[in-house]
């Protein structure tokens, strides 16, 4: 990715909403556990991946540092939110990744199971990188701003990693495939988005 633009490679269909950003500043408490329980989910997300596909060492190296790394954001989100007299809020169902995880169909092999496992996990991250980005561009908090700018170059070097494995596991051209027709699909679900005071909503 260019350094100076991560964003001009993640190739998603339909860009957020910039009026979400209206809707983030005026539930920035409720917007921050959301975001809190988003990195704890990417940890879990990571585990997963070393409990379910413990051949590939290559993955479990690079997912055992992303979990410890998902963890310190989740910590970061907390502390800020502890900086600022709140209070973790419940978790939320995430409507977004719901529907994107069962987007491929159950079955098929193993290798194609962690293919569309990966897709998924790139998509997530992407869309988490643009988002990012419109925060850190947009808010009028600046302190919170320059701590999304940090967050979206985070985001971006996790796309790249989980496409990079769906593409070295599975067939170039195959998985490329799937890789548009899972864009063109998430930009169905973001047209219903981008009207919540979620992180992906």
Known sequence: ?????????LHLKLPTDPRWVNIVEMNIEEILTDHAYCEQKAASSAISFIIGFPEYTELVSEMSDLAQEEMSHFKMVHDIMKERGM??????????????????????SRVESLVNRLLVAALIEGRSCERFRLLSEELEDK?????????????AGH???????????????????????????????????????????
């Open 1 to 9: 990715m260019d350094k100076k633009d991560p964003i001009q490679m």
């Open 87 to 108: 209070t973790l809020g419940r978790e939320r169902k995430d409507a977004y990744v719901h529907k994107l995880r069962f987007y491929f169909p159950k079955g098929g």
């Open 143 to 155: 302190k919170l701003a320059r701590f999304y700018r940090k967050l979206m170059i985070s985001e």
């Open 159 to 201: 796309y790249t990693m989980f496409l990079s494995f769906a593409r070295k596991y599975g067939e170039r051209e195959v998985v490329d495939k799937k890789w548009q027709e899972l864009l063109a699909f998430e930009a169905e679900v973001m047209k219903e988005l981008s009207v919540n005071e979620t992180m992906h909503g």
